[in-house]
């Protein structure tokens, strides 16, 4: 009998012991039980494309005037382009030209960055479009005051264009600085520069377009998930007026960025800013397309 109690304690030892892993169970349970973080799904592009050879050698030819009469050679290397500096061709990546004409010289870049986002509640489409309002917000736009499509019927109110004009200032050197293609130096850019008299017949072969009929900068509708147009005017000392626009779509994850720019070579010239308009968002709407295939 003197046997029995010892078996009694090592039965109570078990028991304890389970209700100990039933607690540990329960807490564990309990742990799993609390609201958990679904991560975010992944954006749609987990590649871009090759910059350099994203343009149609047919639109390059229509966008760098003169570039097509050069020698072999010289035509070869225009066309090519230069590719961006990047250390990670994933998440960034870009290209350039430019083609000297006699009378004027043009650039043209375009800059593809796929964005990922490091929180799992975040989406890569979240973080992309934080990134694209950023660019938006320094164009001076916005787009739940987006003036849309009629913004073109009203683009021929001086205060209005000049507002707007004024509003895009500050968004020079954020949105020139990635672009080694424009040729001249965007940070000492005056954009009241615009408003200067440029004579009704200075456009020359550019086709006479003046500041005065420039369509704003604005918001575009019908262009990835979201787009806008920064169009600068500006002019740096005595030298010839240059212009750049600017186009910026987001798709998914992608940010894309399209800059097309005109120096004259003569300073009684004026770019002509519709056509470099309607060029810069031919060839955004054109790289759209490319992404969604």
């Given at each position: 009998?003197?046997?029995?109690?010892?078996?009694?304690?090592?039965?109570?030892?078990?028991?304890?012991?389970?209700?100990?892993?039933?607690?540990?169970?329960?807490?564990?349970?309990?742990?799993?039980?609390?609201?958990?973080?679904?991560?975010?799904?992944?954006?749609?592009?987990?590649?871009?494309?090759?910059?350099?050879?994203?343009?149609?050698?047919?639109?390059?030819?229509?966008?760098?005037?003169?570039?097509?009469?050069?020698?072999?050679?010289?035509?070869?290397?225009?066309?090519?382009?230069?590719?961006?500096?990047?250390?990670?061709?994933?998440?960034?990546?870009?290209?350039?030209?430019?083609?000297?004409?006699?009378?004027?010289?043009?650039?043209?870049?375009?800059?593809?960055?796929?964005?990922?986002?490091?929180?799992?509640?975040?989406?890569?489409?979240?973080?992309?479009?934080?990134?694209?309002?950023?660019?938006?917000?320094?164009?001076?736009?916005?787009?739940?005051?987006?003036?849309?499509?009629?913004?073109?019927?009203?683009?021929?109110?001086?205060?209005?264009?000049?507002?707007?004009?004024?509003?895009?200032?500050?968004?020079?050197?954020?949105?020139?600085?990635?672009?080694?293609?424009?040729?001249?130096?965007?940070?000492?850019?005056?954009?009241?520069?615009?408003?200067?008299?440029?004579?009704?017949?200075?456009?020359?072969?550019?086709?006479g377009t003046g500041t005065e009929d420039a369509l704003p900068s604005r918001v575009l509708d019908n262009l990835g998930d979201a787009a806008f147009l920064h169009d600068l005017?500006?002019?740096?000392g005595s030298t010839a007026q240059h212009r750049t626009v600017s186009v910026v779509f987001r798709t998914s994850n992608v940010v894309v960025t399209v800059r097309y720019a005109?120096?004259?070579?003569?300073?009684?010239?004026?770019?002509?800013?519709?056509?470099?308009?309607?060029?810069?968002?031919?060839?955004?709407?054109?790289?759209?397309?490319?992404?969604?295939?």
């Amino acid at each position: 009998m003197a046997y029995v109690p010892g078996v009694a304690l090592l039965a109570a030892l078990v028991v304890g012991c389970s209700a100990g892993s039933d607690s540990n169970a329960n807490g564990a349970d309990s742990k799993a039980g609390s609201p958990t973080v679904t991560p975010a799904p992944p954006g749609r592009y987990e590649t871009l494309p090759a910059p350099c050879r994203a343009v149609p050698r047919g639109m390059l030819k229509d966008l760098l005037p003169g570039a097509a009469e050069l020698p072999g050679d010289q035509q070869e290397k225009v066309f090519r382009g230069s590719a961006s500096v990047t250390y990670d061709t994933d998440r960034k990546v870009g290209c350039s030209w430019k083609s000297d004409a006699p009378n004027a010289t043009r650039s043209l870049s375009i800059d593809f960055e796929r964005v990922v986002s490091y929180d799992p509640a975040v989406s890569d489409d979240d973080r992309a479009d934080t990134v694209y309002a950023k660019k938006e917000k320094a164009a001076g736009l916005s787009s739940s005051a987006a003036p849309g499509p009629d913004a073109e019927k009203n683009s021929g109110t001086p205060g209005e264009k000049g507002k707007d004009k004024g509003k895009g200032a500050d968004a020079d050197e954020p949105e020139g600085a990635a672009a080694d293609a424009t040729p001249s130096a965007d940070g000492s850019a005056d954009p009241s520069s615009s408003s200067s008299p440029s004579g009704g017949d200075g456009g020359g072969d550019n086709g006479g377009t003046g500041t005065e009929d420039a369509l704003p900068s604005r918001v575009l509708d019908n262009l990835g998930d979201a787009a806008f147009l920064h169009d600068l005017p500006t002019r740096a000392g005595s030298t010839a007026q240059h212009r750049t626009v600017s186009v910026v779509f987001r798709t998914s994850n992608v940010v894309v960025t399209v800059r097309y720019a005109e120096q004259p070579a003569l300073v009684t010239q004026v770019p002509d800013s519709r056509e470099l308009q309607e060029k810069a968002q031919a060839l955004a709407r054109k790289l759209a397309e490319t992404l969604s295939e």
